[in-house]
């Protein structure tokens, strides 16, 4: 098996309809996410090398959008949360590897909701950019 870099990257067994695991959505996600993508406050520090960057709400509902489960999010110094997956027993976070080698606390978080996030109109748009990239990569609907 391919070993990944990814919070919960050993564990991501769960498949969707198309028998897609979270570690098979890594793949496709990495060569979609892009500074288009990326939060604006984050857009001037993201690269190829950390494609992960700025991209963790709109890629944690859209996991949402095909698993099912919930987004939670730990709580950032600067105030923001950080968001990733649980679905059962499966807790996984596909954006994680933007912190390097700082490791997260998973259990401290609370839900997010898609309401609050996607109030910003910004973040609305990225995430439906993110999904439409995906859809075409997939060729068909989520």
């Known amino acids: 098996m391919k070993a990944y870099s990814f919070y919960g990257w050993e564990t991501a067994d769960i498949k969707d309809d198309r028998g897609l695991t979270p570690r098979d959505y ?3 996600l990495s060569d979609l996410w892009c500074a288009e993508t990326c939060a604006p406050r984050l ?3 993201w690269s190829p090398e ?3 960057l700025g991209q963790c709400s709109i890629t944690a509902f859209l996991m949402q959008d095909i698993y099912g489960g919930k987004v939670y999010g730990v709580p950032l110094k600067d105030g923001n ?3 990733f997956n649980v679905i059962g027993d499966c807790v996984f976070d596909l954006t994680s590897e933007q912190f390097g080698d700082t490791v997260l606390d998973y259990a401290a978080g609370p839900e997010q909701s ?3 996030h996607f109030s910003k109109r910004e973040k ?6 993110l999904k439409e990239k995906l859809l075409k990569k997939l060729k068909a609907p989520i």
Do not use: G, S
Not at 124 to 129: E, G, H, S, T
């Open 50 to 52: 950390n494609r992960t």
């Open 26 to 28: 890594y793949d496709l």
């Open 43 to 45: 857009r001037d520090r």
């Open 81 to 83: 949360y950080h968001c």
């Open 114 to 116: 898609r309401e609050t």
């Open 124 to 129: 609305a748009q990225r995430y439906a950019l």
